[in-house]
């Protein structure tokens, strides 16, 4: 495995499955890639009941979470991944690369902090 892209929105995964391209754009606060260890931060919120864990196929692996516990976590960047180096045929990676970083600022300060978003990981192998 590479990575991951991750994408955090605020539309439910049923409106983020039913919506045009345009549309699942303009609920996006944040999107970025990471490395293979780049969910982590998700799966402990999972871990703890903080979110809840949709599928994890990779093709996304999706979950959903309240902003007050996800929202912190993005601050001015994404959370920083850790874990082992990631090494490929022609490429090395560090563990915690993240990269294509996209933060919606004004989105995120406009989100109630009881709203439920879809956060959506996908396998970038």
Known sequence: MIGWWIVVSTQTPQE???????TRRAA???QWE?????IRWVEQLA?????AKLSGSGYPNRY??????????LGVAPPAAGG???IGDDYVMPS????KIELHAER??????????????WDQS
Do not use: M, S
Request: with cysteine; proline share 4%.
């Open 28 to 30: 996006i606060l944040a």
């Open 84 to 86: 082992t180096l990631i």
């Open 108 to 121: 995120v300060a406009a989100c109630p902090a009881d709203h439920v978003l879809t956060i959506d990981a």
């Open 47 to 51: 871990e703890q009941g903080k979110a």
């Open 96 to 99: 915690n690369w993240r990269g």
């Open 34 to 38: 990471a490395g293979a260890d780049g």
């Open 64 to 73: 959903t979470a309240q902003a007050r516990d996800v929202l912190p976590l």
């Open 16 to 22: 983020r499955d039913q919506a045009d391209q345009d």
